[in-house]
């Protein structure tokens, strides 16, 4: 309308709000817009939660400068500008709503059925004052919903300060909202489900963690006849162990099957792909380990989006997401021939590597006391974060600094837990750092020291002293010796 315009300042200041508004909360550029809307130096420490309440209080008092009322009405502007402040406003109302969001996502994880949204209407009524039609305001207010999960779900699931794991959450985010939000907004909100991801990692470092937080936090629509969305988000994740199913079983745990398929089957069995939900994820765990015949009908099923349960002829739709998991070398695997080219070239378009608990602790060394406090708090509630410094200092007491964390982070939560229990935590055998090889790097061995540890581990393997006597080329009595030696200093 006549007259109004943004100034080249305004325009700049409510420019870097409508750049944050959907920005990735995890990332440096969204943290340092942060800092640029709340005026503050960006050399300067600050806390990002307190540098957001000042970012929101900024454009508060940005916003009245131009209505005193603090009713934004783009519409009032020429185009460019009534963009801007249309994102402007879903920043506010999105930042005005999130606590209540917070609330609304604890309640809803408490159950299966989808709950009625109490701050429906008024949430509703802001949408509507920005100018915006039916079917916007019911895309912005999903969208809003699911900014929040995906925020809760990520921050809940994946700890960590060191620079992997704050990496590794921001990857993730980019995996439910790529790393463009006008490009997710305009193209591809609800229509995520052809993006695959991979995930890979050692056992224990949270790939399951990962799938959960991406599986939980996909766009689900809002119904504004019932105030409610479509479905509840706990049903939007379901898993399967492909490793854990005999060859015979897996297509039937996959794709179901129908009674009399073959013998055994007495019933209709819905398999992991039917019960997943079309705005959910499957999590297709182990993935290295299945047969390429069985890649190939995956394969097929990704290409064509549908599926036929074993002995069955018609064939169901599959519209959710499939997110894929190992622990195993998929490039020696391909060289190999025993995982196909075309099958991982499905699955590659995000492919997110999940960090060794030891890389991290080598990153950051406060990662272990944050990780043994997430435990204690998980287990026990806040009374947990009493038994922090105790449990702490007993699990460095009980393993080498340089302690390799075969198992990850399951590997801490039982280690926590058993000095719980027991006051000290004793490393399984096969992972505990080998100390004669580490002593024979140093140099610190004697002749004699050198040959009983050898002795020793070659009985170790034979179990008798005739058979390290033949591999060794000495007499039985010498071997016996040598092995005596080590055996009385342990
Ligand atoms: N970064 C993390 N922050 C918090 N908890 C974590 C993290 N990584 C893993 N965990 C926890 O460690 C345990 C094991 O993780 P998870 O089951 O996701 O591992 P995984 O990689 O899927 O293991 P596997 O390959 O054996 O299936 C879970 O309780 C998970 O919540």
């Given at each position: 309308m006549a007259g109004l315009r943004l100034s080249e300042a305004q325009r700049g200041f409510f420019g870097w709000?409508?750049?944050?508004?959907?920005?990735?909360?995890?990332?440096?550029?969204?943290?340092?817009l942060d800092r640029r809307i709340a005026g503050i130096d960006s050399h300067a420490p600050a806390d990002p939660a307190r540098t957001?309440?000042?970012?929101?209080?900024?454009?508060?008092?940005?916003?009245?400068?131009l209505d005193p009322d603090g009713r934004l009405r783009p519409d009032r502007y020429p185009a460019e500008d009534a963009r801007i402040l249309q994102w402007v406003g879903l920043f506010r109302i999105y930042h005005a709503f999130r606590d209540e969001f917070g609330q609304f996502i604890e309640r809803?994880?408490?159950s299966a059925e989808s709950l009625a949204l109490p701050f429906a209407d008024t949430l509703w009524a802001e949408l509507a004052d920005l100018g915006l039609d039916a079917e916007a305001r019911a895309r912005y207010l999903?969208?809003?919903y699911q900014v929040r999960r995906g925020f809760h779900c990520i921050e809940r699931e994946i700890i960590g300060l060191c620079p992997a794991v704050v990496e590794?959450?921001?990857?993730?985010?980019?995996?439910?909202?790529?790393?463009?939000p006008d490009w997710y907004l305009r193209c591809l909100v609800g229509r995520m489900e052809d993006f695959s991801t991979l995930l890979l990692g050692e056992t224990g470092t949270g790939k399951t963690a990962a799938a959960r937080a991406i599986g939980h936090s996909g766009y689900i629509p809002y119904d504004p006849k019932t105030r409610r969305f479509q479905e509840s988000y706990t049903r939007a994740f379901v898993s399967i162990n492909l490793a854990q199913f005999p060859a015979g079983l897996i297509e039937s745990e996959l794709f179901g099957h129908r009674k009399g398929a073959f013998s055994g089957a007495i019933d209709h069995h819905q398999g992991v792909l039917a019960r997943c939900s079309a705005h959910g994820a499957v999590?297709?765990?182990?993935?290295?380990?299945?047969?390429?015949?069985?890649?190939?009908?995956?394969?097929?099923?990704?290409?064509?989006?549908?599926?036929t349960p074993v002995g069955g002829r018609e064939p169901q739709a599959f519209n959710g997401r499939v997110i894929a998991a190992t622990h195993r070398d998929l490039g020696r695997l391909r060289a190999e021939g025993r995982f196909r080219d075309d099958f991982f070239y499905r699955l590659c378009s995000d492919v997110i590597a999940l960090p060794p608990l030891?890389?991290?602790?080598?990153?950051?060394?406060?990662?272990?006391?944050?990780?043994?406090?997430?435990?204690?708090?998980?287990?026990?509630?806040p009374d947990g974060l009493a038994l922090v410094d105790g449990v702490e200092e007993r699990t460095r007491a009980s393993v080498p600094a340089d302690y390799p964390w075969p198992g990850n982070v399951r590997e801490l939560e039982q280690c926590v837990r058993r000095i719980c229990l027991t006051g000290r935590y004793q490393a399984d055998g096969r992972a505990a750092p080998d100390v004669f090889l580490q002593q024979v790097a140093a140099g610190g061995l004697t002749a004699d020291e050198l040959l009983a540890g050898?002795?020793?581990?070659?009985?170790?393997?034979?179990?008798?002293?005739?058979?390290?006597?033949r591999r060794s080329g000495l007499d039985r009595r010498t071997v016996k010796k040598y092995i005596g030696m080590g055996e009385s200093e342990t």
């Open positions: 709000v409508a750049e944050a508004v959907f920005a990735n909360p995890f990332g440096p550029e969204r943290a340092a957001l309440e000042l970012a929101i209080e900024q454009v508060e008092r940005r916003v009245r400068e809803q994880a408490q999903g969208v809003f590794l959450r921001m990857r993730l985010w980019n995996a439910i909202f790529t790393f463009r999590l297709m765990d182990e993935i290295g380990d299945v047969e390429p015949l069985i890649q190939l009908k995956l394969l097929t099923v990704l290409q064509e989006r549908r599926f030891r890389q991290r602790i080598a990153e950051n060394p406060a990662e272990l006391r944050l990780m043994v406090a997430a435990i204690l708090v998980r287990t026990f509630g050898y002795l020793a581990r070659l009985y170790g393997r034979c179990r008798t002293y005739e058979e390290v006597a």
